[in-house]
C-alpha cells in the first residue's frame, strides 16, 4: 500500500531534550512538508522540501530542524530551543501542487 | 497580511440540513486550492480541489465548492448532511506552486 507512514504515534519527552519525529512515504513524490496542528490554529508550515538535499523555512520553523537526505525520508527534530514543543506534528507530501497525502501524526508531550 | 481565512470555527447543524463553510484567502498570483477534511482519528484527505477551469467542483461525499476569483474565496456547500460528516474541515491554498498555506478549520457537528 502507498502511503506516508510517521512513527511513534505518541512521543514523550523531558525538557531540554532534542527529538526526531519519522516520516517515511513511499508515494514517489518530490515534495515533503512538516505541518504543527494546534487547536483552533490549523495546519502551520515547519518546513517543506521540494527536492532531495534541500529544504526550506516555513512560518514556524524556529527551534526545529529537519534533513532530507532520501526521497522517501524527511525527518524532523524539535530541539531544546522549541519554546512550546508539545503538540501535533503532522507530515506530507505531494507532487507538487497537486494535493498533499498527510501521514497519521505524531503527538508530542514535552514535560 | 497573507492568509486563509475560515469564519467558522464550530458549526452545529441537524441532519438534512445544507451546509456553506466560507474560505477566503488573500494571496495574489497562481493559486490552487483545496479543502480537506479530518474525520476524528482519521487522517487529513482530500475532499476536492480546484485548479482551473468550471469554478464549481464537485468532489467526494457529496461536496462541492465554488471558486469565485473576485472575491477570493472558495466556499465548501453540501446540500444535505448526514452525522457521518461530523469531522473537521480545512480549506488551503498552494500559491505560485510553493508553499500551501491552510485555514484555522471548521469543526462541523451534526446532530442525528
Known amino acids: 500500500d502507498g502511503g506516508i507512514t510517521q512513527s511513534p504515534k505518541y512521543l514523550f519527552r523531558k525538557e531540554g531534550q532534542n527529538v526526531t519525529l519519522s516520516c517515511e512515504q513511499n508515494?514517489?513524490?518530490?515534495?515533503m512538508y512538516w505541518y504543527r496542528q494546534d487547536p483552533g490554529q490549523g495546519l502551520r508550515l515547519i518546513y517543506y522540501s521540494q527536492i532531495v538535499n534541500d529544504f526550506q523555512k516555513g512560518d514556524i520553523a524556529e527551534g526545529y530542524s529537519v534533513s532530507r537526505e532520501k526521497k522517501e525520508s524527511f525527518p524532523l527534530t524539535v530541539t531544546s530551543a522549541q519554546k512550546n514543543p508539545t503538540a501535533f506534528y503532522l507530515c506530507?507530501?505531494?507532487?507538487?501542487?497537486?494535493?498533499?497525502?498527510f501521514g497519521p501524526g505524531t503527538r508530542l508531550t514535552v514535560t | 497580511a497573507q492568509s486563509v481565512s475560515q469564519h467558522n470555527h464550530h458549526v452545529i447543524l441537524s441532519e438534512a440540513a445544507s451546509l456553506e463553510l466560507g474560505c477566503n484567502y488573500s494571496y495574489g498570483g497562481t493559486v490552487n486550492l483545496f479543502w480537506y477534511v479530518q474525520y476524528p482519528g482519521q487522517h487529513l484527505q482530500l475532499l476536492l480541489k480546484y485548479f482551473s477551469g468550471d469554478p464549481l467542483v464537485k468532489g467526494i461525499k457529496g461536496f462541492e465548492a465554488e471558486f469565485i476569483k473576485s472575491k477570493f474565496s472558495f466556499n465548501l456547500r453540501k446540500p444535505s448532511v448526514q452525522w457521518s460528516d461530523t469531522a473537521e474541515y480545512f480549506c488551503?491554498?498552494?500559491?505560485?506552486?510553493?508553499?500551501?498555506?491552510f485555514g484555522s478549520g471548521t469543526k462541523l457537528n451534526v446532530k442525528p
Open positions: 506530507a507530501s505531494s507532487k507538487n501542487p497537486d494535493e498533499q497525502y
Open positions: 488551503a491554498v498552494n500559491v505560485n506552486f510553493n508553499k500551501f498555506y
Open positions: 508515494l514517489n513524490h518530490d515534495a
